[in-house]
């Protein structure tokens, strides 16, 4: 039978979050998330918040051809050889390093997938080990869904795709998450935000076909706080994309979407060889790294973690602080002045608080930000060189946020 990691449970019955991980390709570990866990455990006590219940699905067993496929493939190099002793192997047949690990793993395991019935395999074991970490955590109502690489394409097809049966598994998780309507009597909770890294959405959903007006129907149902995702990716990592275009959003979604870029090395070899202009190099050397670092990575920590919590304010604080030439304004000149005018007065969607951009009588451009009492959490202003840039921040803020 299949393990699975049920993690550090708080020693008193008060109620916190759920946090669920779903893996993707080549991982045959269960401890696969055991670094990124104590990583957000960090963050959580640093920010004073009680720590989440974790559970670390898998299903890595599921699959396990790309053993079989590369035999066949050792097997026809050496026929190769045999007849043409004088050629090298490792000239004709680059890469096979990387051919065999991630390329390999990636698009053998996602193949896989798509088999109907090891699809529904995965698909079952799944929905079984969220049905358990639900009913082992009966008192809580939220649930923060991080999904890697294959884990976050599986994800996206189990909760909007069309393609299943009504006894396929898919069913069963949909059944357990408030918005979906299916009869079954069964545990229910909202999920609250999802954190994706590492994704390939963008790409194999043109197989999977997902229709993007049932996602959109999904957030309807959040009409006092909307469903938090953000995307994060590594600027190494080729099968990972940005998707916030591709998802079509306006206003009327309930949905604060965010795509996150991490931009560290993948390794030293990576910076070495990208340092002295050898970028193919580079990326051979660092693209199986970049998509497995997401689970080492304290960025991504920090990324999840803000999700989790759903810092909307904090976060339109930091896009605001990175603005060219922003003074912090102390002494809030322009909030009470009668004189002033106010050209934007934005609340966030998930009610954490507004912001106002205000402008002066000689044109200069002050911002404000409050939290939902009101308090004036952030105060700045810019000269007329960098209006332009607060300009486009605010614009940005109100389509991210707002």
């Known amino acids: 039978m299949i393990a699975v990691i049920l993690d550090e449970r708080i020693a008193d019955n008060s109620e916190t979050m759920l946090v669920f991980f779903i893996h993707g390709v080549a991982t045959h570990n269960v401890k696969y998330a055991d670094k990124l866990k104590g990583l957000i455990k960090e963050e959580f006590i640093e920010g004073g918040k ?68 090891r699809g529904a395999t995965i698909r079952k074991f799944i929905a079984q080990q ?97 469903l938090r995702w953000v995307n994060i990716i590594h600027s190494s990592d080729i099968v990972a994309y940005p998707i916030r275009s591709s998802l079509d959003l306006t206003s009327t979604e309930n949905l604060v979407f965010q795509d996150k870029f991490v931009s560290t090395d993948a390794n030293l070899a990576e910076k070495a060889t990208r340092t002295v202009g050898q970028l193919d190099a580079a990326l051979v050397l660092g693209v199986a790294d970049a998509h497995v670092g997401y689970w080492q990575c304290q960025q991504t920590a920090r990324l999840v973690t803000a999700n989790i919590f759903g810092e909307v304010l904090q976060d339109v604080i930091n896009h605001l602080d990175k603005v060219p030439g922003m003074t912090k304004d102390l ?18 969607k998930d009610s954490s608080g507004t912001l106002r951009l205000i402008v002066n009588a ?40 707002c």
Not at 52 to 77: A, E
Not at 166 to 173: G, M, Q, V
Not at 331 to 348: A, C, G, N, V, Y
Request: contains cysteine; proline residues 4%.
């Open 130 to 226: 969220l049905k358990d970490f639900l009913e082992k955590n009966p008192q809580e109502t939220e649930l923060h869904i991080i999904a890697h690489s294959l884990g976050s394409v599986i994800l996206w097809d189990v909760l909007f795709s069309e393609r299943f049966s009504l006894e396929d598994p898919a069913n069963d998780i949909r059944a357990m998450i408030n918005g979906f309507s299916y009869g079954k009597k069964i545990r229910k909770i909202t999920l609250k935000s999802v954190t994706t890294m590492g994704s390939p959405i963008l790409f194999l959903n043109a197989m999977l076909e997902v229709n993007l007006d049932k996602f959109k129907q999904f957030t309807k149902n959040y009409q006092n706080e909307p």
């Open 331 to 348: 002494m809030q000149l322009s909030r009470h002045s009668p004189i002033d005018k106010t050209l934007e007065d934005l609340k966030f």
């Open 50 to 117: 009680p720590l989440p219940h974790f559970y670390s699905s898998f299903w890595g067993d599921v699959l396990k051809d790309v053993g079989k496929i590369w035999n066949w493939i050792y097997q026809d190099l050496q026929e190769v050889k045999k007849d043409y002793p004088q050629v090298n192997i490792d000239d004709i047949f680059r890469y096979q390093k990387f051919r065999e690990g991630f390329l390999s793993e990636f698009f053998g395991d996602f193949l896989s997938y798509l088999n109907s019935e």
């Open 362 to 401: 000689i044109q200069v451009h002050h911002v404000y930000v409050f939290d939902s009492n009101e308090v004036c959490k952030f105060g700045g202003y810019v000269g007329w060189m960098h209006t332009d840039a607060l300009k486009q921040e605010i614009d940005f803020i109100k389509s991210n946020f």
